[in-house]
Every structure is written in structure tokens, then in C-alpha cells.
Antibody, heavy 115, light 110 residues
Framework: QVQLEESGGGVVQPGRSLRLSCAAS????????IHWVRQAPGKGLEWVAVISYDGKNRYYADSVRGRVTISRDDSKNRVYLQMNSLRGEDSAVYYCAGGGNMDVWGQGTTVTVAS | QSVVTQPPSASGAPGQRVTISCSGS????????VNWYQHVPGTAPKLLIF???QRPSGVPARFSGSRSGTSASLAINGLQSEDEAVYYCTPWSDSLNGWVFGGGTKLTVL
């Protein structure tokens, strides 16, 4: 069964860092690009970042560029989202989604940035 | 900055047909593929339509997508109560090398 599972969310103070993890199973992980998408409370979905299947290409939304780094470890079937200098507006449910069309989604992990 | 505009809400009675439209400002809907996602709050979003009008396996045929010029549309025939969700129009952005979500349309089945 194709599956993605996010972890690493929590409550963090403004200015601090957090690393989210996306674990994949049920498909050949190294064949697929992985995206991160977030939804702030009361808001719509927002695309955050993508890493290509081979890790060579990484792209970011303007709202996070310079503060966020996406990476992957194919030996562990995982993608990571390192978030630095966190702000209140980064509070959201973070989803990872697999495939060029974001075909498969995880259930999300919640990040709350608050003092 | 790309902006994708959708109506904030739509509604219909069971069995009816509903259409949700979206238009793009600088998102070049006419040049790039548009996907549609269905999101029931508290659950994982679901890919409903890809490449403007293609349905992934498992998505019922009563969901259909189309694109014309700078606009795209999602049509739902034979509305069912389980269709209550937020629907997102999502064109690809060459400048971003990523997807741009519209604001979402909350569909209510009356």
C-alpha cells in the first residue's frame, strides 16, 4: 500500500528551528519527487517546497525561501524539511505529497510557533 | 506573484450538477497544466483531476475538469453528500517550479 507519513511537528518558539520528516512506503521511493504543502489555521493549502526524484533539484515558495531546506535520504525512504528562523505565520499542518502531480498525501503533522 | 482566483463557496442539492471555476493572474493557466484537489478538513487532500481533465484511477467519472484560455473548471455531476469538501484549483507555475493553490471553494451539499 502506497503510504506517506509525516512526523516531527510540535510547539516551537519564534526564531527556533524544527525538522519535519516524511516516511514513504509501498512504492519505489527513489523514482518520485516529494512536495511539502501546508495549511495554516483557517487558511487554504499552500505549496512549500519540492525535491526531485534524484535530489538534484529543489524549489521553494517565496514565503519560505532562505529559511527552509528540503532534503532526502533514499536509504531511509525519507524526505526532510528543515525549517529555521520560524515565525508565527509558519504555524500550520504540514503535509508531504508524492509524485509529480502530488498524487499521494500523508495525514499531516502540526507545527505551532508560539512563545 | 501568481494569483489563482476561485469562488469561496458553492452549493447544490443531491443529484444536481455543480461547476467550480478558477482564473489565473500571472499563473498562465492557458500554458500550464491544472490539477484539482479535494480536501475534507482533518483528512489528507486528494488528487481529483490532473493535467486539466485527467482522472486518476479510483476517481468517479462524475468528476470532470476542463480548461479554456485563462480559466479552468471542475464539474461535479450527480452531487452526493460525501462531496462536501473544499476544492482547490492548482495550476503549475514555471517561474516557481511548483504548484500554486487557489484560495479554495467550499462546496456545500444542501
Amino acid at each position: 500500500q502506497v503510504q506517506l507519513e509525516e512526523s516531527g511537528g510540535g510547539v516551537v518558539q519564534p526564531g527556533r528551528s524544527l525538522r519535519l520528516s516524511c516516511a514513504a512506503s509501498g512504492f519505489t521511493f527513489s523514482d518520485y519527487g516529494i512536495h511539502w504543502v501546508r495549511q495554516a489555521p483557517g487558511k487554504g493549502l499552500e505549496w512549500v517546497a519540492v525535491i526531485s526524484y534524484d535530489g538534484k533539484n529543489r524549489y521553494y515558495a517565496d514565503s519560505v525561501r532562505g529559511r527552509v531546506t528540503i532534503s532526502r535520504d533514499d536509504s531511509k525512504n525519507r524526505v526532510y524539511l528543515q525549517m529555521n528562523s520560524l515565525r508565527g505565520e509558519d504555524s500550520a499542518v504540514y503535509y508531504c505529497a508524492g509524485g509529480g502531480n502530488m498524487d499521494v498525501w500523508g495525514q499531516g503533522t502540526t507545527v505551532t510557533v508560539a512563545s | 506573484q501568481s494569483v489563482v482566483t476561485q469562488p469561496p463557496s458553492a452549493s447544490g442539492a443531491p443529484g444536481q450538477r455543480v461547476t467550480i471555476s478558477c482564473s489565473g493572474s500571472n499563473s498562465k493557466i492557458e500554458d500550464n497544466p491544472v490539477n484539482w484537489y479535494q480536501h475534507v478538513p482533518g483528512t489528507a487532500p486528494k488528487l481529483l483531476i490532473f493535467d486539466n481533465d485527467q482522472r486518476p484511477s479510483g476517481v468517479p467519472a462524475r468528476f470532470s475538469g476542463s480548461r479554456s484560455g485563462t480559466s479552468a473548471s471542475l464539474a461535479i455531476n450527480g452531487l452526493q453528500s460525501e462531496d462536501e469538501a473544499v476544492y482547490y484549483c492548482t495550476p503549475w507555475s514555471d517561474s516557481l517550479n511548483g504548484w500554486v493553490f487557489g484560495g479554495g471553494t467550499k462546496l456545500t451539499v444542501l
